[in-house]
């Protein structure tokens, strides 16, 4: 449990509020209006108002503001690699200071501290002490701070994430928005890159924000989708964390089903012409888990959906099998490609740092291994890489174990779709840190750290929910249910 504090905002009177928020609202527009006559606005400055009416939402919305500023967090996600600089290696992304706000708000309303249960996850706390030793090159000034930073705060994330999700997901209705929210972030990623890669000339729509959209040519010949909206191929890294989630929102929405499944289809599309051969296989975990677990009910369909979007690409993207022949090269530990052999490169070496270093050397040390839990090792030491790994098993282990009873039970419910979707969600959080590397910008782990979040937080609540009812039955069905 953590403390309560008792902020200045939280004091602010009832007939005090509208007063400050009518005089902040009439400042920000006056400022807004001068500066638009002065010098014009142009897209980056749109960017800065709206994140500046955002800011203001959630400060003075109260609880409201709280948690509509999260579902508007969630759809930030898909602004990619749109950044502040402050040092060459140390850029900020409106997310992260965005989920900061809500963290300050959140402690500033006692209420909602006082009717959520908050914790962390056991591995984090053996975890924590290693962030802080981290920074033991800097102490004897041979590194530099801002990488060092920069790779340090993007672990540190997850804590605001972990404190701020379990306050605003305690009903389902902010469920329904949140999850709505990062799938639409994500289709909406989606859908420009597919635009931009069959329909060039519909990108110029957004000439601000595009400088290169044309599709590029891999070494065995597969042409790549940009995603020069985002910012980069890794843009799908978002789309295989929320596809799964379409499952649950089937459920939600029934009315959208042709919608859910034509956005999951375009996402699934958007995987395929990213090109990340990684990203693939994982896609097909998803589909073997999904068959493995849920085959009555949702296994299937993800099969079929995936195998017609395979079969469609398959036909007007070429060279679709030297990719597949540099892909089961990779996996068989032999690459054939420049990609291949330098990921592998990357990881030996690091694993050759981790071990010639087992207590670390540092943050930033190890530079981009692609895969973070090798990075972890290298920078923070053998045991931080141990725990942050079993940290992941574990997690996933709970929250596999949990969706398997709930699926023997045949409790079908929207809580039940829910953790079958975030558990395959999941396994993509396990790929990405495993072989792509996403600690390195805030941009790419934040997806996998939201994800994280809402595991932990319905693991929490329907444990909860579990314990409740065994405390609301009559004493003569305990043994009962023990038995069963």
Request: include cysteine.
């Amino acid at each position: 449990m953590f403390p309560t504090f008792k902020l200045p905002l939280a004091r602010l009177e009832s007939r005090r509020f509208p007063v400050v928020r009518t005089v902040a609202i009439t400042f920000i527009s006056v400022i807004a209006g001068v500066y638009a006559v002065n010098r014009g606005f142009d897209y980056r400055d749109i960017i800065l108002t709206f994140g500046a009416l955002v800011g203001a939402i959630i400060v003075f919305g109260r609880e409201r503001g709280i948690e509509f500023g999260f579902v508007l967090w969630a759809l930030s996600l898909a602004l990619g690699y749109r950044t502040i600089e402050v040092t060459p290696a140390l850029r900020l992304h409106p997310a992260e200071l965005l989920l900061w706000l809500l963290l300050a708000c959140v402690c500033a309303q006692r209420q909602m501290i006082s009717r959520a249960q908050l914790s962390f996850p056991a591995w984090l706390w053996f975890f924590l002490p290693f962030l802080a030793l981290g920074w033991w090159p800097l102490v004897f000034g041979d590194a530099k701070w801002d990488g060092m930073f920069s790779e340090f705060r993007d672990f540190l994330l997850l804590i605001p994430l972990l404190v701020v999700a379990p306050i605003v997901l305690q009903s389902e209705r902010n469920w329904r928005h949140l999850v709505t929210a990062f799938f639409l972030a994500s289709t909406w990623i989606a859908l420009t890159g597919v635009l931009e890669y069959w329909f060039p000339s519909a990108m110029r729509m957004f000439p601000e924000f595009i400088k290169n959209a044309k599709a590029e040519a891999t070494a065995d010949g597969f042409v790549r989708a940009q995603f020069s909206f985002w910012g980069s191929q890794t843009a799908t890294f978002v789309c295989v964390l929320a596809v799964p989630v379409a499952i649950a929102l089937g459920r939600w929405w029934r009315k959208w089903r042709l919608a859910i499944i034509s956005a999951a289809a375009l996402q699934l599309i958007a995987v395929y012409i990213g090109g990340f051969r990684s990203v693939w296989f994982m896609v097909l975990v998803q589909v073997v888990a999904a068959c493995a677990f849920g085959l009555k009910k949702h296994g299937l369909v993800v099969a079929i959906l995936c195998i017609l979007v395979a079969a469609i690409g398959y036909q007007f993207i070429p060279k679709t099998n030297e990719r597949l022949v540099t892909t089961i090269a990779v996996l068989k530990g032999a690459p054939i490609d420049h990609s291949g052999r330098d990921r592998m490169n990357r990881a030996t070496g690091a694993a050759e740092r981790a071990l010639e270093a087992p207590l670390g050397s540092g943050w930033n040390s190890a530079g981009w291994v692609h895969s973070d839990f090798l990075q972890v090792a290298a920078n923070l030491g053998i045991v931080a890489g141990l725990i942050f790994f079993a940290g992941y098993l574990y997690t996933l282990w709970r929250i596999g174990s949990r969706v398997k009873r709930f699926i023997e039970t045949n409790r079908s419910s929207q809580q039940g779709d829910l953790g079958f979707s975030l558990f395959l969600s999941f396994i993509a959080v396990g790929g990405l840190l495993a072989v792509e590397g996403v600690e390195v910008l805030p941009q790419l782990i934040l997806p996998v750290w939201f994800v994280w979040a809402m595991v932990e937080v319905w693991l929490r609540q329907t444990s909860e929910a579990t314990e409740l009812q065994y405390s609301y039955a009559p004493a003569n069905l305990y043994p009962a249910a023990h038995f069963q």
